[in-house]
């Protein structure tokens, strides 16, 4: 059974960081990040292979969000600096089987609860 569980959301003041962890359960993945703002769909942040050998971002974060993992722990992260009112979301972990960094939300099979992140101005 595949489960994914973030951690590390909060409240932060623009400029600030925070540091999202997904574990994973149940096989090996590529994962994602994606984000939904109230009344919005929901969108992609980033996405890494299972060997960290391909990365995504989009062009909004590029520069301030990087993701990483540690396959020992099966676990992504995405530390996020640079945090401005507009990246307020709920964060959602997402994983799919194939070696893919699509940025597609359609191509992910296993999703995570989410995990709220809220940058005050």
């Known amino acids: 059974q595949v489960r994914l569980v973030e951690s590390g959301g909060g409240l932060v003041q623009t400029g600030g960081s925070l540091r999202l962890s997904c574990a994973a359960s149940g096989g090996t993945f590529s994962m994602a990040w994606f984000r939904q703002a109230p009344g919005k769909e929901r969108n992609f942040v980033a996405a890494i292979t299972w060997d960290g050998g391909n990365i995504n971002y989009i062009d909004s974060v590029k520069g301030r969000f990087t993701i990483s993992r540690d396959n020992a722990k099966n676990t992504v992260n995405l530390q996020m600096n640079g945090l401005k009112p507009e990246d307020t979301a709920v964060y959602y972990c997402?994983?799919?089987?194939?070696?893919?960094?699509?940025?597609?939300?359609?191509?992910?099979?296993?999703w995570g609860e989410g995990t709220q992140v809220t940058v005050s101005s």
């Open positions: 997402a994983a799919d089987r194939r070696y893919t960094v699509v940025p597609d939300k359609a191509k992910y099979a296993y």
